[in-house]
């Protein structure tokens, strides 16, 4: 087989043709003077560099713009998780709290996620106080920091034009934008993995140790974010650099000994510390079996993720799917088509064609480097959440998005200079059949919603008209020679690609309802535990926002309400007279009641401004109290109420503390909640 040979350095790409192609080109503008000066560097950062076409920096300027758009419209009234904003709270109340990362400002239990998002909004939230909108404020910024640090990745050896396609399509994936108006830990785990991925490019091109080591630190970073599920790009990026990098075989195995150092180190610190922390002094880890950090990656943030909870190394991973059932085709699934999906066909063809048409490069060519990076990317990222066994939310997805955006540029501009000047025998079919499969695709997805609203008939009608004008456009312009209309349908493919991905962006960034705990965009196309409610139309499975008002904490908290319970671990309602009562009530106890489960403890805390202990954790399962533990707490004074919880499925109280509670404790009647017990310091024999 045949290939087009690699274009030399001077060869221009496709947003930079020759004069003889009777397309003009930008006369070269001069940098700023030797010495500097704020007038030429603002009108750089405004223009861009001078050999860049004069389109690009204003194309790249809209694209922000549109995301942050995107990201933070109204997003003063989107709840976010409950479950991380209490954590959140508690931070700003607690520096103990905010170190650990727990649930309650008494420190009594972990959130179930290594604390990094954590730290990175509750800083935001005592800068500028507690909110809505300055959680959300991180994320926006980390989703559009994604979104630049992809176009000047991608940019750097493909061209304007590639990173210009990528950085849009990243910015209008539909569960990117979801996730990024809410409060989940995913937007600061994809931008620091762009960023590994950014040092590792340059490692790459530059051969030295220095940006591998960095890139290493990023993914440790990211480790501190989401743990395992930050490691799922590090078989690429060592396979990318083992082949490609531009040093000899022996220094690059020193390298990247180097940088697994600097990994470890980056990952571990944080665990390290609190597994060394006296047990008693610290709180619980949420979520782990053995009240260890190192359980929690390895067992219900690790295998427990990918092979559920049946695998003896999966902890409690358990299996709930928010996406459908295990198997290769669930991201295409009705569930997940919408979020994810709408790019794969495109990018799949053009990873192959990408591949082919490096196949005569050097062994170091960058180019080749960066195929093998986002290729490797989404197609690792694809079988894991693919095939995961354990617990899978659709907004896991948003990891994979920037491979799949970045694929979507820089092969759609090789494949369309391969089908522009390459044999028309082998090329003349490859970018008008990837277009005409994918626009299939993506009238396929829009007539699943199909009676959803005008947005996604409109949608639907754009994405079949664009789609075939732009193939048969293609076929047109390369077999009669016309450069221009193969430029116009080139465009014109683009429209179509991403018209369904765009109504459902538009339908999550305008939305007035959200689910903090499971976002999806678009309309809803399943429920129950194969989906849930979608941002874009379902309702809330956090807190009843319709409860008191007044009693929150200071800064109109993201989400309020006095019922506990949400979604995914249960818990026992809470109504806001209970809440009323125990402020009332409180008597100097360091918490104010204990319940069930992190869910009802969440609600509680971020209305009453209070610590919660949750005994359970976020399934209720988790062994954080022990009778023992609240014998002492009520002995001391520091916990006077709790909360008997039955709900069964293992979500309710321990069955030994039910026992002591109900024989000992006296029973309150404070609103249409049952189960609350008093106990004081008497009680304890």
Not at 306 to 312: C, R
Not at 358 to 382: E, M, N, Q
Request: no cysteine; aromatic share 8%; hydrophobic share 45%.
């Amino acid at each position: 087989m045949t290939t087009l040979a690699p274009p030399t350095r001077d060869e221009p790409t496709l947003d930079e043709p020759t004069r003889d192609k009777g397309v003009r080109r930008r006369p070269h503008r001069a940098g700023p003077p030797a010495d500097g000066g704020v007038g030429p560097r603002l009108r750089r950062l405004f223009t861009g560099p001078p050999d860049d076409p004069r389109w690009a920096r204003p194309a790249l300027w809209a694209i922000l713009v549109l995301a942050v758009g995107l990201y933070a419209w109204n997003v003063s009234s989107v709840t976010g998780n409950s479950f991380y904003n209490a954590a959140v709270y508690s931070g700003t109340r607690s520096w103990k709290a905010f170190f650990f990362g727990a649930l309650d400002s008494g420190s009594f239990i972990t959130v179930d996620k290594p604390p990094f998002a954590l730290w990175v909004m509750g800083l935001s939230a005592r800068v500028f106080g507690f909110g809505a909108w300055q959680l959300a404020l991180p994320m926006v910024a980390m989703g559009t920091g994604s979104v630049a640090l992809l176009y000047r990745m991608v940019k750097r050896d493909f061209g304007a034009m590639a990173a210009t396609v990528a950085a849009l399509a990243l910015t209008l994936t539909p569960i990117t934008v979801a996730i990024n108006r809410d409060t989940n830990p995913d937007p600061v785990l994809v931008f620091l993995m762009l960023l590994g991925a950014a040092g590792l490019m340059k490692a790459v091109r530059g051969g030295r140790p220095a940006p591998l080591v960095w890139s290493a630190v990023a993914i440790g970073f990211a480790f501190n974010t989401k743990m395992m599920q930050a490691y799922v790009v590090l078989p690429v990026f060592l396979l990318t650099y083992l082949w490609a990098a531009d040093a000899p075989l022996g220094r690059r195995i020193r390298n990247l000994a180097v940088a697994a150092v600097a990994l470890v180190v980056s990952s571990a610190w944080w665990m390290v510390v609190v597994d060394l922390w006296p047990a008693s002094s610290r709180p619980y880890i949420g979520g782990s079996t053995d009240n260890t950090v190192w359980d929690l990656a390895i067992g219900y943030n690790g295998f427990g993720r990918v092979l559920g909870a049946s695998s003896s190394t999966g902890g409690a991973g358990n299996g709930a799917s928010f996406g459908g059932s295990a198997s290769v085709l669930r991201l295409f699934n009705d569930i997940m088509g919408g979020q994810i999906s709408w790019l794969i066909p495109f990018a799949a063809v053009a990873l192959v064609g990408g591949l082919v048409l490096r196949g005569r490069a050097p062994r170091t060519d960058a180019k080749r480097a960066a195929l093998l990076l986002w290729g490797g990317w989404s197609v690792v990222h694809y079988l894991t959440f693919a095939l995961a066994e354990g617990t899978f939310h659709p907004y896991y997805v948003t990891a994979m998005a920037p491979g799949i955006a970045a694929l979507a540029g820089i092969g759609g501009v090789m494949l369309y200079r391969a089908f522009r000047d390459g044999p028309a025998a082998k090329w003349g079919w490859v970018l008008p059949l990837a277009v005409a499969v994918s626009t299939v695709w993506a009238v396929v997805l829009l007539q699943r919603v199909s009676g959803s609203g005008t947005l996604y008939t409109v949608a639907e009608f754009v994405a079949g008209i664009t789609g075939a004008a732009s193939v048969l456009g293609l076929l047109v312009g390369r077999f009669t020679n016309r450069r221009r209309l193969l430029g116009l349908a080139a465009l014109t493919a683009v429209v179509a690609l991403l018209a369904g991905p765009t109504a459902y962006s538009l339908g999550a960034a305008t939305s007035t309802s959200s689910n903090g705990t499971n976002p999806t965009a678009g309309p809803s196309t399943g429920g129950g535990p194969g989906g849930g409610a979608p941002s874009g139309t379902g309702t809330s499975t956090g807190p009843d926002t319709a409860g008191r008002s007044g009693s929150a904490p200071t800064g109109n908290p993201p989400t309020g309400g006095g019922t506990g319970g949400g979604t995914g671990g249960g818990g026992t309602q809470v109504d806001s007279e209970m809440i009323t009562y125990l402020e009332k009530n409180q008597d100097g106890a360091t918490w104010l009641v204990a319940v069930a489960t992190d869910q009802t403890a969440a609600s509680i805390i971020l209305e009453s401004g209070e610590p919660v202990i949750s005994m359970g954790g976020w399934s209720g399962t988790d062994d954080a109290m022990t009778l023992a533990k609240l014998k002492s707490l009520v002995k001391s004074g520091q916990l006077h109420y709790i909360v008997i919880s039955g709900d069964g499925g293992g979500q309710g109280t321990d069955s030994e503390i039910t026992t002591w509670v109900e024989a000992h404790g006296t029973a309150v009647d404070a609103g249409s909640s049952s189960g609350l017990y008093r106990l004081d310091a008497s009680d304890v024999g």
